[in-house]
């Protein structure tokens, strides 16, 4: 089983020096401290910068430590999940095997305080269970609140565990992670919650007719599958709502169509878009959505071997077209393209949201802030750019029009992975052309393309850690499957 580490959060009254937050002039501390807190920070000359942290010892009761984590200005709605980063930052920095959180109560934060706590779980994550030497300095750190606290400790666990998870997942080798444990760690993770998890393998895939997933993954000693998770938090309505569709390249050499050195090893991520749609499912559950969802994940590997598929093959796609293959590292929108088929005809939802790791270039555009958002729809575009801003995972909508068909067109298949060559060079694909094929097996219905190549890995810190794995997509799911719930369909 992936596993992963982060601060232990306990529920107690053991002494271990006391977490206070500097927000400007605000101190967030408990009333006996406060005003010698404030007299301290000011003495010191603290000035507060988020990221810094003032260690007094002698002041608080229990250990005689106080330890001050600046917190940026109360303008950013985002600023206690930080804060709880910094916390992170000053525990592992100063070496403490605990730290004790004073109650929301003491500390004016209120319900926020389950934000602080879902920045420690989420900063404080760490996949080195692999390691049989421990890195020098660095040990476990429990985190101690009070038992007032429990429950918003417990709300932070159902959205920042979920969110973990889907890291890890990321993080994990390769070697570690192939098609069929990833799906069994998520049948694990998934079916206590009251998920129906269903798994596909290669003699399930044949009978079906999934050529497209078969074809990307021929070329791998390991199998592929398909995984397929229900959420039915609405039974008494019929139908399906939504189904999510998650791009799981568990790796990505890029076939035949080798890709160059530098960059290949981050590969392994490939199964961002796959891991992000099961960790939204994971968060439905958790919080027992209103809502008929489900994620569907084809799974496999994009390697070499004398059964690989070739530049040129032509296959046959589970919805019946033909795929002409220019480019066997345009494999994620093959792989997709049976996925969104198999969603359309299994469960008929009422819309299909496809989340992938599918272009370098998007990169180059967007960078790491910012998914490509692709769809035709505006109302679906307008329901999912409002759900990723409102928990920081913006999209930026690219164009999708008729007038672009021309390139997936091939002379010899109903579509090319790689049309109208040139734009880019040699081995770079067009984030456009890649949604314009995907929409192909969207058949007119509401749909929508997540382009996460460039937000599924983060070099730089944000409010939710890094870097590394960022888990992006999860939160933006969970929020817009809640519009659904609220706004109906
Ligand atoms: N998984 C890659 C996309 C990718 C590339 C993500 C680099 C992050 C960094 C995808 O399967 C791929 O190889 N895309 C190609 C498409 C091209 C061959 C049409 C690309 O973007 O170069
Ligand atoms: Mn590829
Ligand atoms: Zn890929």
């Known amino acids: 089983m992936t596993r992963w580490n982060s601060i232990e959060i306990i529920a107690g009254a053991d002494a271990a020096p006391t977490l206070v937050f500097a927000s400007g002039d605000d101190i967030h501390a408990p009333e006996a401290l406060r005003g010698r807190v404030a007299s301290i920070i000011k003495a010191a000359g603290f000035e507060g910068k988020p990221g810094r942290w003032l260690d007094i010892v002698g002041e608080g009761e229990a250990g005689g430590r106080v330890v001050v984590v600046a917190v940026g ?49 989420l900063h404080g994550f760490r996949l080195d269970q692999r390691r049989r030497e421990p890195v020098p300095g660095q040990f476990a750190s429990t985190l101690l609140i009070a038992d007032a606290d429990a429950a918003l400790a417990d709300r932070a666990r159902r959205r920042a565990d979920p969110v973990n998870r889907v890291r890890a997942w990321v993080e994990q080798p390769a070697n570690l992670l192939t098609p069929a444990v990833l799906a069994d760690e998520a049948e694990a993770a998934l079916a206590p919650l009251g998920v129906r998890v269903r798994q596909l393998g290669p003699a399930e895939l044949e009978a079906l007719g999934a050529g497209g997933i078969l074809a990307v993954a021929a070329g791998s000693a390991n199998e592929p599958r398909l995984t397929i998770a229900e959420w039915r938090g609405a ?65 496999c590997e994009n390697v070499i071997d004398g059964k690989s598929y070739r530049p040129g093959d032509v296959i046959t796609s589970l919805s019946g077209l033909t795929i002409d293959v220019q480019d066997t590292d345009a494999e994620g929108r093959i792989v997709l393209a049976d996925g969104v088929t198999y969603a359309a005809r299994e469960y008929d939802p009422a819309y299909i949201v496809d989340v992938a790791t599918l272009t370098g270039a998007i990169m180059g555009v967007l960078h790491e802030e910012f998914a490509g958002l692709f769809t035709s729809d505006d109302a679906l575009a307008e329901s999912l750019t409002r759900a990723g801003a409102d928990v920081r995972e913006p999209l930026w909508r690219l164009p999708l029009v008729a007038a672009q068909d021309y390139l997936v067109e091939s002379p010899v298949a109903d579509v090319a992975n790689l049309g109208a060559p040139g734009w880019f060079g040699a081995g770079q694909g067009s984030p456009v052309a890649g949604a314009k094929f995907i929409e192909k097996f969207a058949h007119g219905r509401r749909w929508a393309h997540l382009d996460i190549a460039g937000t599924g890995w983060a070099t730089r810190r944000s409010s939710r850690g890094g870097p590394g794995a960022t888990g992006f997509g999860v939160a933006l799911l969970d929020r817009w499957a809640g519009l659904i719930e609220k706004e109906g369909r």
Do not use: Q
């Open 235 to 299: 039974p008494d309505r019929e139908g399906w709502d939504a189904a999510f569709v998650g791009k799981g390249l568990t790796f990505d050499a890029g076939g035949l169509n080798l890709k160059p050195r530098p960059g290949i090893a981050k590969m392994k991520f490939d199964m961002a878009g796959g891991a992000a749609v099961l960790g939204a499912v994971e968060r439905l559950a958790l919080r027992k959505a209103p809502v008929n969802i489900v994620a569907i994940v084809p799974m």
């Open 73 to 121: 200005a109360a303008d950013s709605d985002d600023r206690w999940r930080h804060a709880g980063g910094h916390a992170v930052e000053a525990i592992r920095g100063l070496g403490l095997a605990a730290a004790r959180l004073p109650a929301a109560a003491e500390l004016g934060l209120g319900d926020a305080l389950a934000d602080v706590i879902e920045g420690v779980l």
